[in-house]
């Protein structure tokens, strides 16, 4: 847990980048990650200028002289994959979106790695209301992964194929039921 300015920031998980193209992309046939240069010139799809993951992104580019073809910055990772997959664009989305089966769109691994920590904010010395607590157990056993799975880069994957079926706990009572009804 980070403390700053009067809250606590709680890191509860840390996701891997990856860069989303069109199935029938020319990039989807290379084999394997893809590195900055093989985007020079692309097609790029990119986040607003005052994301935190778009200034990683600048910076990734600039270290590797590599020039992309910017043609629209979005606020959202659906965002990006939908003007990806219409103009036959590339982009590069901090958490891999998962679609349906229908997607045309393939998420493929690059290097360098770039990860994004997904966080929980608390005011320090306050504790939760029983439903923001509740909801924040939930997002740790949700979303926390094993120390290998955040220290490997994923494999290219198909989106829209189901991930592997995982066991998890079933989602906390956000009725109070269990407590004898709400509060």
Same mark, same amino acid.
């Given at each position: 847990?980070?403390?700053?300015?009067g809250?606590d920031?709680e890191?509860?998980?840390?996701?891997?980048?990856?860069?989303?193209?069109?199935l029938k992309h020319?990039l989807?046939?290379?084999?394997?990650?893809?590195?900055? /240069?093989?985007?020079?010139? %692309?097609?790029?799809?990119?986040?607003?200028?005052? @994301?935190? =993951?778009r *200034? $990683?992104?600048?910076?990734?580019?600039?270290?590797?002289?590599?020039?992309?073809?910017?043609?629209?910055?979005?606020?959202?990772?659906?965002?990006a994959?939908?003007?990806?997959?219409?103009?036959?664009?590339?982009?590069?989305?901090?958490?891999?979106?998962?679609?349906?089966?229908?997607?045309?769109?393939?998420?493929l691994?690059f290097r360098?790695?770039?990860?994004?920590d997904?966080?929980?904010? /608390?005011?320090r010395?306050r %504790?939760?209301?029983?439903?923001a607590?509740?909801f @924040?157990? =939930?997002? *740790? $056993?949700?979303?926390?992964?094993?120390?290998?799975?955040?220290?490997?880069?994923?494999?290219?994957?198909?989106?829209?194929?189901p991930?592997k079926?995982?066991?998890?706990?079933?989602p906390?009572?956000?009725?109070g039921t269990?407590?004898?009804?709400?509060r």
């Amino acid at each position: 847990t980070v403390q700053t300015n009067g809250l606590d920031a709680e890191s509860i998980a840390t996701r891997l980048a990856v860069a989303v193209v069109p199935l029938k992309h020319p990039l989807t046939r290379l084999g394997r990650a893809l590195k900055p /240069k093989d985007f020079a010139g %692309a097609c790029f799809i990119s986040f607003m200028p005052n @994301a935190e =993951f778009r *200034r $990683q992104l600048d910076r990734m580019f600039a270290d590797a002289r590599v020039e992309r073809d910017l043609r629209y910055e979005v606020r959202t990772t659906a965002a990006a994959c939908e003007m990806a997959s219409a103009l036959n664009a590339i982009t590069i989305v901090p958490v891999a979106p998962q679609f349906g089966p229908a997607a045309l769109l393939r998420a493929l691994p690059f290097r360098p790695v770039l990860s994004s920590d997904i966080v929980l904010l /608390k005011q320090r010395h306050r %504790a939760l209301p029983p439903t923001a607590e509740t909801f @924040a157990a =939930f997002a *740790r $056993q949700r979303l926390s992964c094993p120390k290998d799975q955040t220290s490997q880069h994923p494999r290219a994957a198909t989106l829209g194929v189901p991930p592997k079926k995982v066991r998890t706990a079933p989602p906390p009572d956000l009725h109070g039921t269990s407590r004898g009804g709400l509060r």
